[in-house]
């Protein structure tokens, strides 16, 4: 049994950026920087288990969804007129070893057997069992760095193509990206900073009530999981709910030119680099109205979008302290905010 996400004590930056990208998955996943213990790979796995079934492709290695784009095996059983039946499945978390190597990440093509045999045979890798699952990489900052160009690219295309001697496989790789990072063991370079949509820092609770709380719902939880799971029921539905209900409603969103105009304002008071800051800034500030039933992007809304999405991408300035970046940021919210 898996303990409830709604019953996770603090860590309210993390849980939030989790569930904006459930909303809306083209912002591009989250980093969590922070030390071990707390409660990153609890979060994602409570989330999953939280969320309603996805409908897929029966029989499909790759989850298809029946209705969008479709791997090669899919097609080749439309071609034959053969009918794609429909199921449901439990959305799951998907974790990336340390050590793997390209193969088991991408997969691989069995190139005799098709030459013989006329017949693609794909042997799937982590990315095909990733496909609208959540993918979990620890320690992502000790992985080598074509790995990390490799998964960030499928995380980006949302399509993983497979090419040996004139043989290609393709299926699709639209993943919920969640990469861990203990800044102390290494840094993660700029460019692959930059291709995660939301960064939070997390550390462990330090006020005596809070991890009272922890070691008490653990303890319940332990002792009686029924019994727990029972108890936060509800606000587990209503949680599920309100993401639903969010995803819905986030197409009619409104992005206004005010609201551009303020987050472009803040990109370039920071002398960013590239535009994915803006993108990631403005899809991030359109889900937050979504959660909260707003028909357009807030002031407030931008506010609470901007840290997530820029504090991993700010540069330090010469002489500026390590943690300083994020000082700069939010005086530069808030006179914006405030129209300085």
């Known amino acids: 049994m898996i303990f409830p996400f709604t019953a996770i004590v603090g860590q309210d930056e993390m849980r939030r950026a989790l569930i904006l990208n459930v909303i809306q998955p083209s912002i591009g996943g989250v980093l969590i920087m922070g030390e071990k213990g707390t409660a990153k790979s609890t979060a994602v796995r409570a989330l999953a288990e939280l969320l309603p079934d996805i409908e897929v492709v029966k029989g499909c290695t790759f989850n298809c969804e029946p209705d969008g784009f479709l791997c090669s095996g899919c097609l080749e059983r439309l071609k034959k007129n053969e009918s794609l039946e429909r199921e449901r499945k439990k959305m799951r978390v998907v974790e990336l070893p340390l050590g793997i190597t390209e193969d088991r990440l991408v997969g691989t093509l069995d190139v005799e ?108 939880f332990d002792a009686h999981p029924e019994a727990f799971l029972k108890e936060w029921a509800e606000e587990q539905r209503a949680l599920a709910r309100r993401i639903t209900d969010a995803q819905q409603r986030l197409p009619a969103v409104s992005v206004t030119d005010f609201a551009l105009e303020r987050i472009v304002e803040i990109t370039t008071s920071l002398s960013l680099d590239g535009h994915r800051g803006d993108i990631v800034m403005m899809k991030t500030a359109q889900t937050f109205a979504a959660l909260k039933g707003e028909p357009s992007i807030s002031m407030e809304d931008i506010c609470e979008a901007a840290p997530l999405a820029l504090r991993h991408r700010m540069r330090r300035l010469p002489f500026e302290e390590i943690g300083k970046e994020s000082d700069r940021l939010s005086e530069v919210i808030s006179g914006i905010s405030m129209g300085i």
């Open 113 to 220: 057997h098709a030459l013989k045999k006329g017949e693609k045979r794909f042997e799937p890798g982590i990315l095909a069992d990733a496909n609208r699952n959540f993918l979990y990489v620890d320690e992502v900052n000790l992985l080598e760095d074509h790995i990390v160009d490799l998964l960030l690219d499928a995380a980006a295309m949302g399509v993983n193509t497979v090419e040996r001697e004139g043989v290609s496989f393709v299926h699709p790789s639209r993943f919920i990206l969640v990469g861990t990072m203990n800044p102390e063991e290494g840094d993660l370079r700029p460019q692959f900073l930059d291709r995660f949509g939301l960064c939070v820092r997390i550390s462990s609770l330090q006020d005596r009530a809070s991890r009272m709380e922890i070691l008490k719902r653990r303890a319940a």
